[in-house]
């Protein structure tokens, strides 16, 4: 790729980028684009080609006040993040565990007290997440799946979610459909909800979370949370109104 191109191509990205909440209107709309941002980043200066930074970013708009797990589900299988934590190099002979442990750790359960998956879970979620690479051949580029570097194995998970076993599949939709699996294990964990709305609690209300505001706040909108099936708006208005 011309090096010199697309550095300006990636500066004029972000001047754009970071113009939006500045120039914003009356609305949540860019300040939940910048949450997502730091809750799922990916480091722009580190993807190869400007294009498909301002699609992570268009994914981030088209779900910023959507539906949670269909926006985890997006950016797993956005080239830009594909890119930035390896998942284009995850296959079957050579898993790698970067955007597995993030996936778990960052992204859904967060790193609480109850948030005891374990060491072998993050194995087994990255050997789910084999085959998934970047097609570099279309405008813009696209994901693409290898059905050969996906591992077809049973996936057995720990005792934290329930000692389920994700079902290895074979073919050219082996891909998504494990991933569906795994993202409805780990969203039937309860502490999903918490750590989410943990977080918005310290971006809109406060830095600290002591007992009162875990017991009072963060469980029953996380329960508001779990009971719109991951919905972000019911939350946001819940929080924001009380």
Known sequence: FPVTIEGSRKVSLKSWLWSL????????????????????????????????????????????????????????????????????????????????????????LGKGPDSIYTE??????????TGFNINFTTTPFSTGFSALNHDTTNKPFSSFYGNKTITGKTGVTAGTQELDDLLNMIFAIDEVSKHVCRKLYRYFVYYEIDTSAETNVIEPLAKIFRDNNYEIKPVLKALLES
């Open 21 to 108: 909440p500045a120039r914003q209107k009356t609305t949540i709309m860019e300040k939940m684009i910048v949450f997502w941002h730091n809750h799922m980043p990916v480091q722009l200066a580190d993807v190869p080609v400007a294009s498909i930074g301002y699609y992570y970013i268009k994914v981030l708009n088209d779900y910023a006040l959507g539906n949670f797990k269909t926006l985890v589900k997006q950016i797993t299988l956005d080239p830009a993040m594909l890119y930035y934590l390896n998942g284009r190099l995850n296959t079957k002979n050579a898993p790698d565990e970067n955007y597995a442990r993030e996936l778990q750790e960052l992204f859904t």
């Open 120 to 129: 072998d879970d993050v194995k087994a979620a990255a050997r789910v997440l």
